[in-house]
């Protein structure tokens, strides 16, 4: 099981313009969420798994996090991100602690609330997507059978089309449209879910920061007991 934490008040350096701290989220509608208060990465690897959103007061638990494959670079503020998120969905999110990623088991615990609420609410979030989709009764029921790849709703690998269970599977031309870049139409239990892409991305901001972490890895977790008392083991 992969080992996570977060950098808290690690800095790369005094100057660096690349860090994504700081920058606001928006959400529907162009509503201001919050701002990215810290991250939450993979410690073996320095893969960023969550952004850490501060709401600045109007949610209760003060903050929230989203999946980092879920947000986007806005495309109305510079620097800043976006989320397909309202205000009020992510009050029906469980209450995010700190402290419970700093235990390998009450994370999973939390992890397993979280990914079922994000994608089992009344607003699912299709895997691989960045788009919201309104599902039909028959998918509250079944669920959305998305797999997905190193996709943070089921930490698994991702499946090649047409194999395995639970695997996507579809015509030719849903695959042809899926590879256009331009939108991607994913077949479910009885009907196609065309979703649009966006084009803007994450942005290379968020990329650099990202590698610098990578580099960096070794000295932002050594505040970590549990890196620090594993390194000590393996030499």
Not at 23 to 50: E, M, Q
Not at 169 to 190: C, H, L, M, Y
Request: with cysteine.
């Amino acid at each position: 099981m992969a080992h996570y934490g977060t950098l808290r008040d690690f800095r790369f350096s005094e100057t660096d313009a690349d860090d994504i701290r700081g920058s606001s989220v928006y959400g529907t509608d162009d509503d201001k969420l919050g701002k990215i208060d810290d991250v939450i990465f993979d410690h073996s690897t320095g893969d960023i798994r969550y952004a850490v959103i501060d709401t600045g007061g109007w949610l209760s638990t003060k903050q929230f996090i989203v999946p980092a494959d879920r947000l986007r670079a806005s495309a109305k503020h510079e620097d800043d991100y976006q989320v397909d998120m309202s205000k009020k969905q992510i009050e029906t999110l469980p209450p995010y602690d700190e402290k419970d990623v700093e235990s390998e088991d009450k994370w999973k615990d939390y992890e397993g609330k979280y990914r079922s609420k994000w994608v089992d609410g009344p607003v699912m979030h299709r895997a691989e997507t960045d788009r919201n989709i309104t599902p039909t009764t028959a998918q509250m029921t079944q669920g959305t059978g998305a797999t997905g790849a190193k996709n943070w709703e089921t930490g698994n690998e991702r499946q090649s089309m047409g194999h395995g269970t639970g695997s996507m599977q579809g015509s030719q031309s849903a695959v042809d449209a899926a590879s256009s870049g331009t939108e991607r139409v994913i077949p479910t239990t009885s009907i196609e879910v065309t979703i649009r892409s966006s084009a803007a991305g994450i942005g290379p901001r968020w990329s650099n920061f990202e590698d610098r972490l990578r580099q960096r890895r070794r000295e932002a977790v050594m505040s970590c007991n549990t890196c620090v008392t594993s390194e000590r083991k393996a030499s």
